[in-house]
Structure formats: structure tokens, C-alpha cells
């Protein structure tokens, strides 16, 4: 067996200082490297109960979580005490990523009816769609977006539209690269501690072309994340990388039921009481939405509620697997962790999903408003819609075409 490098040794030992000397002298790569017995620096810090030194590799210096030793356990598995294994918990000041007090991540598509309009509460956040013929199509169009995009086919004829037809079109995804690269470059200069966490990550997708990593970025407490979450155009860049590799994910699309915890004032509660008592109402996220299948993640905020704030705990069904909601945990041994924190059991709900209201309890005994949202799947056979869609642009055309031609 080859020699152990001295800075396992010295986590192995307890010498924080040596492990500090070491740590700033190594390029990260070698801080993460995986040694000749299986096991990390990581690991053997966790597994002599180091508390210290699991901190400073943790948290000062953001090492890479998600590497298992030969016996297939991450480092945070290992953990045989309470105080170790708080260190890899995300900080409760950061806790707002399951449960927040800004504006709802969601937006109700309703039919329009003039009659209502006295009827209701009104928000910022409300949109307007013809829940029959509108909702289906939006259906459809969802449906086709990710099957195009996620197509060699589609993403073929992308790159043929910007070389030779539009070369100022940035729908494409050596642009949303492009544009990824540059979030990253604007919102973590190199002197920011999780610089080399999140470069190492990027360059571990270029080289691997696997989604998962830029998963586990989002995953971090980072300005990126803050941003990503904030505007809906840096968002977007991010859900169309994902759709691209969306096969890949296909072990990880979710089945059942996931929490997300929201502060809200009763106006906005009125909003889903009313999609509630309307049949044809439709919730739908338009910014990446964290949730967790563990519902005391999505209640840690409690105690934090400001006293014009409601306490309220959206639950989200989904009765078969979704393409829109991603396991960002281990749902079976051979698919790791995602998450950097892996207690969390994050369930990534995409922009564009859509729900339906078919309940909301007032629970008495825990003080919060329960708001239970149905999953609404994407229409099936997108590849018929897509031909269906073609066929329909070219009959228009043509009509088009031999009109002029009279």
C-alpha cells in the first residue's frame, strides 16, 4: 500500500496546527485527495473525533463532503457524535433556504372572470391563464421544452440555428455555459473562502458533463445561491442546464411528499384559499424552490416569525415520479448524496412546475396553516406535440404562402 500523505496523518494525530500549516500550502485537489487505504482527510478527522480540525477542514476551508471511503460511507456517516456531526449543518442563520419570509416562490394561474375581482384578495405575485385551454397548453409547451432540450436532436439544431441562421441567439448551451461561468465570476471573487469549492465544481462538469455537480454548488451558503434565487433570468440559466441532462437525473426524479416552510401574511394566505374554493386555479413555482421530505427542516424557522407573519408549511404531492423535482439525496445506495449538507433530504422543485390547492388546515395544536399542493404532470408524449407543433407551423406557412401567391 502506497504511504499516507502527512496531512492525513496529521488529522489522523490531532495537530491542528500542522493540519492548518498543511492545509495552506496545499492546492485543493490534494486537500480532497483520496488516499491509498480509501479514506479522506475528512474521514480520518471524523473518525478520531477531532472536533476542531473537522471544523477548520469543513468550514474554513469548504472540503469536498460528498467523497465515500472503502466501506461507501461519506465522512458525515462516520460521525459517531453529536458535536461532530452539527459541524456539517448548514448555520441556522441559513436555515431561510426551506422555509422564508419573502415574497412566495409561487404564482396562481387562474381563469380570468371580471366578476371575481371584488372577490379576492390581490398579490404581486398573481398571473393570469385560462385554466382550460391555457394551463393544457402551458402543459404541452413544458413538456416540449424539455424534451427538445434534453434531445442530442434539439440540442443539434440549436447550435446549427446560432452558427448558421442567428449567431446573436444565446439559446444554446455553450452559452448558458457561458453565463453560468460568469455568475460564479460575479457574485465569488477568488478571494472569497468557497472560491475553490465552487471552481473546483465547475471544472469537475466541464470535464464530466454530469448535473449533479452544479447541484451540489447550489446546494452551498453562497452569494451564488443568493443571486441564483433572487432573479429569475440567472435561474433560468440553470433550469435550461439542467433540462439538458435531465436522462441523467432519471433515478433521481421524485415521488412523495416533500415541506417547505413560508412566513406569510394573511393577504397571501386569502390567494390560496381562493385557488382552493376554484377548481381551475393553478400554483405554479417560478424560481428554484427547496424543499425537504423531513418536515422539521421546513419548520426551523418558527420561532423567527415576525408578529404579521402567519406560520405556514406548504406540502407538496407528487404521486409519480416528477422531472420537476429533484432527490438531491441518496435515494438508493448506489446514487449518492448530491447535497453538501446531507441531513437536509432536499428535494429541488424547478422553476415551472405546477400544483393544484386540494386542502388548508388551521392545526391548532403547532400554530401553523397547512397548505397541501398536488403535483400537475407535464402532458404526455411531448415528441407527438413537438410533431404536432411543426406540422402546425408549416400548415401555417404554407397558408401564409399561397395567400401572397394570390
Given at each position: 500500500m502506497a504511504s499516507l500523505s502527512e496531512l492525513y496523518i496529521a488529522c489522523c494525530g490531532g495537530d491542528e496546527d500542522l493540519v492548518r500549516g498543511l492545509l495552506a500550502s496545499l492546492e485543493y485537489n490534494e486537500i480532497n485527495r483520496r488516499e491509498s487505504n480509501g479514506s479522506t482527510p475528512l474521514h480520518a478527522a471524523v473518525c478520531h473525533g477531532h472536533v476542531s480540525i473537522v471544523r477548520l477542514l469543513?468550514?474554513?476551508?469548504?472540503?469536498?463532503?460528498?467523497?465515500?471511503?472503502?466501506?461507501s460511507l461519506t465522512a458525515y456517516q462516520e460521525a459517531q457524535t453529536d458535536n461532530i456531526r452539527q459541524l456539517f449543518h448548514r448555520p441556522n442563520q441559513a436555515h431561510q433556504r426551506f422555509c422564508d419570509d419573502q415574497p412566495s416562490p409561487f404564482e396562481i394561474y387562474t381563469e380570468h372572470n371580471h366578476n371575481e375581482e371584488n372577490g379576492r384578495a390581490t398579490s404581486n405575485y398573481v398571473g393570469r391563464m385560462e385554466t382550460n385551454q391555457k394551463i393544457l397548453g402551458y402543459r404541452q409547451l413544458l413538456s416540449m421544452s424539455k424534451h427538445i432540450w434534453s434531445s442530442e436532436l434539439g440540442q443539434k439544431y440549436f447550435t446549427?440555428?446560432?452558427?448558421?441562421?442567428?449567431?446573436?441567439?444565446?439559446?444554446?448551451?455553450?452559452?448558458?455555459?457561458?453565463?453560468?461561468?460568469?455568475?460564479?465570476?460575479?457574485?465569488?471573487?477568488?478571494?472569497?473562502n468557497l472560491y475553490p469549492r465552487v471552481q473546483a465544481l465547475f471544472n469537475e462538469y466541464e470535464q464530466t458533463q454530469r448535473p449533479e455537480?452544479?447541484?451540489?454548488?447550489?446546494?452551498?451558503?453562497?452569494?451564488?445561491?443568493?443571486?441564483?434565487?433572487?432573479?429569475?433570468?440567472?435561474?433560468?440559466?440553470?433550469?435550461?442546464?439542467?433540462?439538458?441532462?435531465?436522462?441523467?437525473?432519471?433515478?433521481?426524479?421524485?415521488?412523495?411528499?416533500?415541506?417547505?416552510?413560508?412566513?406569510?401574511?394573511?393577504?397571501?394566505?386569502?390567494?390560496?384559499?381562493?385557488a382552493l374554493e376554484n377548481n381551475d386555479r393553478t400554483i405554479g413555482t417560478y424560481r428554484f424552490c427547496s424543499s425537504s421530505t423531513d418536515r422539521c427542516v421546513a419548520e426551523a424557522f418558527g420561532d423567527t416569525v415576525l408578529p404579521d407573519r402567519i406560520r405556514t408549511v406548504i406540502v407538496f404531492n407528487f404521486d409519480q415520479p416528477c422531472n420537476g423535482a429533484v432527490q438531491l439525496y441518496s435515494p438508493a445506495p448506489d446514487l449518492p448524496c448530491i447535497s453538501n449538507f446531507e441531513e437536509e433530504r432536499e428535494v429541488l422543485i424547478l422553476p415551472g412546475t405546477i400544483f393544484r390547492v386540494w386542502k388548508i388546515e388551521d392545526d391548532q395544536h403547532t400554530g401553523y396553516h397547512i397548505i397541501y399542493l398536488n403535483h400537475i404532470p407535464d402532458a404526455e408524449n411531448p415528441g407527438l406535440h413537438v410533431l404536432g407543433s411543426v406540422l402546425s407551423e408549416a400548415r401555417d406557412n404554407l397558408i401564409k404562402w399561397f395567400s401572397f401567391r394570390r
Open positions: 469543513l468550514l474554513e476551508f469548504h472540503v469536498d463532503r460528498r467523497q465515500r471511503n472503502n466501506r446549427l440555428y446560432t452558427r448558421f441562421v442567428d449567431p446573436t441567439n444565446t439559446t444554446n448551451m455553450v452559452s448558458f455555459i457561458k453565463q453560468f461561468k460568469k455568475l460564479i465570476d460575479e457574485t465569488l471573487p477568488p478571494d472569497h455537480t452544479l447541484l451540489t454548488l447550489y446546494t452551498l451558503n453562497s452569494p451564488f445561491y443568493v443571486r441564483l434565487t433572487e432573479n429569475i433570468d440567472d435561474s433560468l440559466v440553470l433550469l435550461h442546464i439542467i433540462w439538458r441532462h435531465l436522462r441523467v437525473l432519471t433515478p433521481r426524479f421524485f415521488r412523495g411528499t416533500a415541506y417547505r416552510g413560508l412566513s406569510m401574511k394573511y393577504d397571501d394566505l386569502k390567494e390560496y384559499q381562493w
